[in-house]
């Protein structure tokens, strides 16, 4: 589920090899076209439409200048940026924002331990018109809080089982969303990635992939 996209030379000076990062992209930026991505010059996206995600690649910890193209194009970049990845991480990068403003936002999967018969979950808001956020479970429990555009939730340990979540205007009994029977496996990290539009067109929905920490070491 992750591709080499460097080869790792041996360092001289502490005979181990060098931990490679490991990098996913998502094109969570409603409305805009499918991408091609760029780093310093090489590609490591092409046609990645709204909603999907590539497999992880492997890279080096460093600096990146990423330019995000129209598909099928190598000019007029839509966004041109530098991007840090720091050496041994893993990240899911997204495209976010709206087709005349899109930025990426790096989201780090950090390394921890599961408790054991558990799953570790956490939400990140990525719907550009979106207030402030709380996700609430079946029980009527709200397991995140107050997260606004681009928040970041911390994971949080859950026991195995078929969810509901409900996404709600935070502080409020407002429905956004209803999300029935998601089935979360114990011994895994996940994310609930919110996309799209409060409102609008393309409508409010999740992504909820595996997080590459489940099984990169």
């Known amino acids: ?55 992880y690649l492997a890279v080096p910890g460093g600096n990146y200048n990423i330019s995000v193209f129209p598909a099928g194009r190598t000019t007029n970049p839509i966004l041109s940026t530098t991007i840090s990845i720091p050496g041994g991480s893993i990240f899911t990068i997204a495209a976010i924002g709206i087709p005349s403003s899109i930025t990426l936002l790096p989201i780090e999967e950090p390394r921890m331990n599961i408790p054991s018969g558990s799953l ?5 808001n990525l719907s550009p018109n979106a207030p402030a956020v709380d ?23 859950l026991n195995p089982g078929t969810y509901i979540f409900n996404l709600k205007v935070s502080g409020t009994g407002q429905r956004l969303l209803y999300v029935p029977n998601i089935r979360l496996e114990a011994g895994r990290f996940y994310s609930i990635y919110a996309i799209g539009v409060v409102s609008g067109t393309p409508p409010l929905q999740v992504l909820i992939p595996l997080d590459g920490n489940t099984y990169i070491r």
């Open 1 to 55: 589920m992750y591709n080499s996209f460097y080869t790792y030379p041996y360092n001289p000076y502490i005979r181990q090899p060098i931990i490679p990062s490991y990098i996913r992209l998502l094109h969570a930026a409603p409305n805009a076209p499918a991408v091609d991505i760029y780093a310093n010059g090489s590609p490591i996206a092409r046609n990645l439409s709204y909603r999907r995600f590539t497999e």
């Open 120 to 124: 570790m979950l956490r939400f990140v």
């Open 135 to 157: 996700v609430e479970i079946q029980s009527g429990n709200v397991i995140f809080n107050n997260v606004t555009y681009t928040g970041i939730s911390q994971y949080i340990p």
